[in-house]
């Protein structure tokens, strides 16, 4: 144990206040925001498919790495490469999750300065004024595109997190979570009994359920891949930093099918929400970015305490944002506490800060800056293409092949079976041949078919 830091650090007050914690980072505008118009854009059923089987194959096994690496050093993804391998270019990978941790982030909040408006908006009654998603959306465009009020919101974000984050691991982002995860999920079924009852929604669910393999390319599997990696957290060391608050008694494996069952529920759940609506609204599930603004506030102004509802929606989509946002802040400041020996609060202000002021290009990418484009993408997009499609994944690849190959699955193992728990026939060696063999060579096969013409 790193006794000298150890008062910076933190840890988890119980197994479920991790579960919880590590839950609240995977479940998050990933799973609300990003899912459905994803889901949307790449042809529906056939995408839903292969996301579940790169979270299947992929993510899980690199979930349970990420915490075995994270429970046994106990430090940030710099120091956990480090302190296995020392001086190695290894700690390259853990760099490269630190900053793909600053990088998302960035651009996160922004988004998650979008919430935290339209739950003002909402409580005013501004966004359910309007009959259709056209004009909602047209709305929306408005309000992205204004200066003022987006930097304002994104402040107003970030601040939350860096406020939460300040107060440390259990007191701070497990407190925060425990409350906030299980009323997410109340109200995603209650919005989903409402999509479902409306007129022509199961349109909605058959393009949502019904595969169609015509749409799908090498393109369309990277953005899967993207997807899972970006939903569970995943190759940039989050899963590291929270695991390394962990008790040594805890159950690895069984905290791992938590997280992942939880994570891919919400998802799966909010499709259930979203699709059946846009079908029932008339709407082109293609929308892009804008989906879940401007079809959701239609369908609350249409139902029965729709403004009640709205509001607790958009507040529960924000605080999925902030529990997703306070692990990335946190594996940032984790790296400055660890490694470099600073006190938390000086790490997450500064840091809070310069995550901040790298997001403002972020922030006016659909407004003032909206027409300025490099190879067809604005700042924003080219942020969340580098960190979620290239950094993750490849982050991803190379902590499977560290576990697998350099630290080894014995060690890896040893570790898992800690304080007597098993981990054993046919699960073991089913992980170990994933992690080893299909993870990186399943990562590696995307990307190679991705760069050929
Ligand atoms: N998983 C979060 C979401 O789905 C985003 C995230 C990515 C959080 C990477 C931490 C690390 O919204």
Known sequence: MKTENNNQRGFWGSRLGFILAASGSAVGLGNI?????????????????????????????IMLAEFTLGRKTQLNPVGAFDQIRPKSAWVGIGYMGVLAGFFILSFYGVVGGWTFA??????????????????????????????????????????????????GVHGGIEKACNVLMPTLVIILFLLM???????????GVAFYLTPDFSKISANVVLIALGQAFFSLSLGMGCMITYGGYLSQKENLTSSTIYVVMFDTLIALLVGMVIFPAVFAMGLEPTEGPGLVFSVLPTVFAGMPLGQGVAVIFFILLAIAAITSGISLLEVVVAYFIDQLGWERKRAVLIVGGAIF???????????????????GMNFFEHVDNLASNYFLPLGGMFTAIFVGWVWGTQNAHQEIEKHENKFGFPWAQCWEFLIRYVTPVAVGIVFVAKILP
């Open 33 to 61: 925001w990003k899912f459905p118009y994803i889901v949307g854009q790449n042809g529906g059923g056939a995408f839903v498919l292969i996301y579940l089987a790169c979270i299947l194959v992929i993510g899980t096994p």
């Open 118 to 167: 339209y739950v003002v908006k909402a409580l005013t009654g501004a966004v359910l004024a309007f009959p259709s998603p056209k004009e909602a959306g047209a709305f929306f465009e408005i309000f992205i595109g204004n200066t003022g009020e987006v930097i304002f919101y994104h402040a107003l974000f970030m601040g939350t997190c860096i406020a939460i984050v300040l107060r």
């Open 193 to 203: 009994f409402r999509s479902l009852t409306l007129d022509g929604a199961m349109q």
């Open 357 to 375: 002021a790298f997001g403002v290009p972020s922030g006016l990418s659909f407004g003032i800056l909206a027409d300025v484009k490099l190879l």
